[in-house]
C-alpha cells in the first residue's frame, strides 16, 4: 500500500530537549516536505526536498533542520524544541516537484512542548 | 508571493442540503493547480478535488465540484446532498506549476463545516 509514514503520532516532551520525527515513504517519490498546522493559520510549510541530498527552506524554517540522506526518509529535527513548536505537523510526498499529481500526507504528528 | 483566502472560518448546513465554500487566490503565475483539502477529525489530510489552471472545464468528484473563476482567481468548492461524514475542516491550496515555488503547497486557513442531521 503506497502511504506515507510519520512516527511518533503523539510527543510531549520538554523544552530544550532534541527530538526528531520521522516520515518515511515507500512511492519512490523525489519530492517530500513538512508542513505545520496551528488553529486558525492552516498549514504552513516548514523545509522541503527536491530529492536526495537537497533541501530547502520554506515559509516558516525557523527552529527545524531536515535532512535527505536517502529518497525514502525525511526527517525533521528540533534541535531545541520551544513551546511556540507545539503544533501538529505533517509530512508529504510526491512523484517529483510540480509533479501533476497531488501531494501524498502522512497521518500527522501531534507535537507538545511544555 | 501567493496567497489563498478562505473567508468563512466557520458554516453549517443541514444533511441532504447543498452548500458552497469560498477559497480566492492571489498569484501572477499562469500555471498552478488548486486543490480542496478535507481533514476530518481523525486529523488526515484527504484529497477531494484538484483543478488544473490551464483547463477552463470545472472538476467534478461525484457530489463535489468547484467552480474556478480564473479571471477573478476564485475556486470555491460545492458539495450537494450533504452527508453527516462532510462534517470537517476543509482547506484550499495553491500549487506554482513552474518557478522559485514550484511544487510547494500553500493553504488556506481552513473552513470548519458542521453538517447537521
Known amino acids: 500500500e503506497a502511504q506515507v509514514t510519520q512516527n511518533p503520532r503523539y510527543l510531549i516532551t520538554v523544552t530544550g530537549k532534541k527530538l526528531t520525527v520521522t516520515c518515511s515513504q515507500n512511492?519512490?517519490?523525489?519530492?517530500m516536505s513538512w508542513y505545520r498546522q496551528d488553529p486558525g493559520l492552516g498549514l504552513r510549510q516548514i523545509y522541503y526536498?527536491?530529492?536526495?541530498?537537497?533541501?530547502d527552506k520554506g515559509d516558516v524554517p525557523e527552529g527545524y533542520k531536515v535532512s535527505r540522506k536517502e529518497k525514502r526518509n525525511f526527517p525533521l529535527i528540533l534541535e531545541s524544541p520551544s513551546p511556540n513548536q507545539t503544533s501538529l505537523y505533517f509530512c508529504?510526498?510526491?512523484?517529483?516537484?510540480?509533479?501533476?499529481?497531488?501531494?501524498?500526507f502522512g497521518d500527522g504528528t501531534r507535537l507538545s512542548i511544555l | 508571493a501567493q496567497t489563498v483566502t478562505q473567508s468563512q472560518p466557520e458554516m453549517s448546513v443541514q444533511e441532504a442540503e447543498t452548500v458552497t465554500l469560498s477559497c480566492t487566490y492571489d498569484?501572477?503565475?499562469?500555471?498552478?493547480?488548486l486543490f480542496w483539502y478535507k481533514q476530518p477529525p481523525s486529523r488526515q489530510m484527504i484529497l477531494v478535488i484538484r483543478?488544473?489552471?490551464?483547463?477552463?472545464q470545472n472538476a467534478t468528484e461525484n457530489r463535489f465540484s468547484v467552480n474556478f473563476q480564473k479571471a477573478a482567481k476564485s475556486f470555491s468548492l460545492k458539495i450537494s446532498d450533504s452527508q453527516l461524514g462532510d462534517t470537517a475542516m476543509y482547506f484550499c491550496?495553491?500549487?506554482?506549476?513552474?518557478?522559485?515555488?514550484?511544487?510547494?503547497?500553500?493553504f488556506g486557513k481552513g473552513t470548519k463545516l458542521s453538517v447537521k442531521p
Open positions: 508529504a510526498s510526491s512523484l517529483f516537484r510540480g509533479s501533476n499529481q497531488p501531494q501524498h
Open positions: 512511492m519512490n517519490h523525489e519530492y
Open positions: 526536498s527536491m530529492n536526495v541530498e537537497v533541501t
Open positions: 498569484t501572477s503565475e499562469n500555471n498552478y493547480y
Open positions: 483543478q488544473e489552471a490551464y483547463k477552463q
Open positions: 491550496a495553491f500549487m506554482n506549476r513552474y518557478g522559485g515555488s514550484q511544487g510547494n503547497l500553500i
